[in-house]
């Protein structure tokens, strides 16, 4: 995904009626697992949740060495990877890429690289963000695109 101004609702305030929906980010995530030879865990949808706003899947690499959480923003047909949570309750994100994967999905999705979901905020960034989501920015302080795309927002 080459970086472009964040649209408008991506924080799941003042987002568009239409979301992603779990059925189109399932079957995706499954077709990308079965193609990369790994296995599809499970899948948490939104499910009119405030927070956080994205779904999320968990897929394991068949020889059992490592897992790699896929998630896609609720509202915008945008997906990143992240490692493994390292605790309960851990809500931070550590983006990592999945070449594997984003094969697959990025003819459905636009795939956010690593480098890219940890980059730093900028005006133009954020520029067609709506009022209500600025406000929430300046409450929650996030640091990164990432933070803004994916988030546990209330």
């Known amino acids: 995904m080459d970086m ?3 649209p408008k609702g991506v924080t799941g305030f003042d987002a568009p009626d239409d979301c992603v929906s779990i059925k189109k980010f399932k079957t995706a995530c499954h077709a990308a697992a079965r193609q990369a030879k790994f296995q599809l865990e499970h899948v948490r949808a939104v499910d009119g949740q405030v927070s956080p706003n994205f779904h999320e899947a968990v897929v394991t690499i068949l ?8 998630l896609c923003n609720a509202h915008h047909p945008i997906v990143a990877f992240a490692s493994p949570n390292s605790f309960e309750g851990d809500l931070q994100l550590r983006f990592i890429d999945c070449p594997e994967l984003a094969a697959s999905l990025n003819s459905e999705f636009s795939i956010l690289r690593a480098s890219e979901a940890s980059a730093g905020l900028s005006p133009d960034a954020v520029a067609q963000l709506g009022e209500s989501e600025l406000a929430l920015m300046r409450y929650w302080k996030p640091k990164r695109i990432g933070d803004v795309i994916f988030n546990y927002w209330d």
Do not use: A, E, N, W
């Open 63 to 70: 020889d059992g060495s490592d897992k790699v959480r896929v």
């Open 4 to 6: 472009q101004p964040l």
